[in-house]
């Protein structure tokens, strides 16, 4: 039972574009919906998180946008750079029902010059 | 803050053998997970630690997987009788563990090869 689906499963962006990654859960008990970022031979990173609270975090070049009726929420990362090539992981969770987060399948993101 | 620290980075074994992975936590973080990865998928949860008490366990992917955390700081994953099946990236996490979920640390891994 996947509870979030991520898409899309790679994706190879020009520098200084716009990369979008997307995510959709199914439990509406999800509160809570971190983005994180994993280097090779790394654990993974939290990058930016959102609560329903907000449509829309704005950190630096990287966004969230969260739709609570789609359940549906996307990371994008503005003026894209090659640094940023990484895998991206959604995930979700309760806030305050001590639930472990639950992560997508990730996006492996390629940022070329 | 020096990061969560696992050990092995790499382990190799055979199938049918016992293995232990070590994880220390940030110093004052009292909540410690442990994950598993799998290649080309995002973390699995597999248990956690409130201090030395074990919260969460049904996750344990079976009988064979264990974890401890004796004196609330490091904790240990066991795999007894090893299958191939459990190649994977274990990582493990910790928070402050305030009540409310929060941004989890995880360490670098240790990466199983069954053979």
């Known amino acids: 039972q996947q509870q979030v689906k991520q898409s899309p499963q790679s994706l190879i962006v020009q520098k200084g574009g716009i990369s979008i990654i997307n995510c959709a859960y199914e439990?509406?008990?999800?509160?809570?919906f971190p983005w994180y970022q994993q280097f090779p031979g790394k654990g993974p990173a939290l990058l930016i998180a959102?609560?329903?609270?907000?449509s829309e975090k704005k950190e630096g070049r990287f966004t969230i946008s969260f739709n609570k009726s789609a359940k549906q929420f996307s990371l994008h990362i503005m003026d894209s750079q090659p640094g940023d090539s990484a895998t991206y992981f959604c995930a979700a969770s309760i806030y305050s029902g001590n639930t472990p987060l639950v992560f997508g399948k990730g996006t492996r993101l390629s940022v070329i010059a | 803050d020096t990061g969560v620290s696992q050990d092995p980075r790499h382990k190799i074994t055979k199938r049918g053998q016992n293995v232990t992975f070590r994880c220390d936590p940030i110093s004052e973080h009292n909540r410690l997970y442990w994950y598993r990865q799998t290649l080309g998928q995002g973390p699995e949860f597999l248990t956690y630690f409130q201090n030395e008490a074990q919260l969460e366990k049904s996750r344990l992917l079976s009988d064979r997987f264990s974890a401890e955390r004796p004196k609330g700081s490091f904790s240990t994953l066991e795999i007894q009788r090893t299958e191939q099946g459990d190649s994977a990236m274990y990582l493990c996490a910790s928070s402050l563990g305030l009540g409310t979920n929060e941004k989890l640390f995880f360490g670098s891994g240790t990466q199983l090869s069954v053979l």
């Open positions: 959102i609560r329903p609270d907000v």
């Open positions: 439990n509406t008990a999800f509160d809570y």
